[in-house]
């Protein structure tokens, strides 16, 4: 399995859980494999099973716990969105975060019940990067991405634990995981050669799916307008022309109109749910990132979760779907 090393900033990696963190606590990075949060939560979920949930919600609300472990530890929501434990949100306990959207739109909350009510598993999604000792959910432009683990703790609740993205607080950081950095510069290089060739130039090599923006991985480039209209794509010729601007993905989120709120606001990272190939074209978390062009034309690519944790991560419906 592919291990992805991720940075943890200690104490402050909040899941939609409330506004802000301990101040006094200062942000430390240490290495943390995808494996290591996955066993973490397992834990935590074993120990729920075993404990009762009275006594798991006081050791998991525990500051200095057995599942507060420096920069990790254990969350908890019931499957109406209900926060049950947080051993820093203690004011946020018993209020509905049911229906949180991180600041392109993606239900993390929503997407977290249903991935634990099918047996647990990775998701990801955008939350603010700690600033001076606390985060700050209304502040847009410190999103950055996140990998959590989620994994049912009983009948009516689950249990989490995330971290950041290594280097996804900009230029000058660590590096990203390879496949993301791949990705990015994908990007970076179609919307320069977009600025340089021009569109028409661009969007030929674009759709070429054995062009420069197709890399031996598979990660491949695509445009669209502000519109929505898809330009160029190397893989969806014949929807080329077409405004997909209101397609929906199972859980609600319009996610091309919020691609390209993204590009429209200067470009960066947004994540989205789009079908994998790789997995039957089921449904899964995808990592984006995208750049404006100029005025009337945009870029982007994207990675798959699975991609980045090693595990296949395709999603299940929503929990009305499954009958919830």
Not at 14 to 42: I, K, Q, Y
Not at 182 to 187: E, K, R, T
Not at 201 to 228: C, K, Q, R, W
Request: with cysteine; hydrophobic share 40%.
């Amino acid at each position: 399995m592919k291990r992805c090393y991720l940075v943890v900033m200690a104490f402050l990696l909040v899941l939609a859980a409330g506004c802000s963190g301990p101040a006094e606590t200062e942000a430390v990075e240490e290495n943390v494999t995808t494996e290591d949060l996955a066993g973490f939560v397992r834990e935590a979920a074993d120990y729920a099973a075993s404990a009762g949930e009275d006594a798991a919600f006081a050791e998991f609300n525990n500051e200095a716990g057995r599942f507060s472990r420096g920069a990790l530890y254990v969350f908890a929501y019931d499957y109406n969105g209900t926060l049950l434990a947080h051993p820093y949100e203690k004011d946020a306990i018993g209020t509905d975060r049911g229906n949180w959207i991180d600041v392109r739109g993606l239900p993390a909350i929503r997407i977290g019940a249903a991935t634990a009510a099918n047996g647990g598993g990775y998701i990801a999604y955008l939350y603010p990067a700690p600033e001076n000792g606390s985060i700050d959910e209304t502040a847009g432009d410190t999103y950055i991405p996140k990998i959590v683990y989620v994994a049912p703790a009983g009948e009516t609740w689950w249990v989490a634990s995330g971290v950041y993205l290594s280097g996804a607080a900009g230029p000058g950081t660590e590096p990203y995981p390879e496949p993301v950095s791949a990705m990015v510069g994908l990007v970076e290089r179609g919307a320069a050669y977009g600025r340089e060739q021009g569109a028409e130039t661009a969007f030929a090599e674009i759709s070429n799916a054995s062009g420069m923006f197709v890399d031996p991985e598979g990660h491949y480039l695509y445009a669209y307008d502000y519109n929505g209209t898809l330009l160029a794509h190397p893989h969806l010729q014949d929807s080329i022309g077409t405004s997909l601007i209101g397609r929906q993905d199972p859980f609600g989120m319009e996610n091309i109109r919020a691609l390209r709120d993204t590009a429209e606001s200067g470009g960066g990272f947004i994540v989205f749910v789009w079908p994998n190939p790789e997995q039957e074209n089921r449904d899964e978390l995808k990592i984006g990132y995208v750049l404006p062009v100029d005025d009337t034309w945009w870029v982007g690519s994207g990675v798959y979760l699975s991609e980045i944790t090693g595990e296949s991560a395709p999603l299940p419906g929503t929990l009305k779907d499954q009958g919830a």
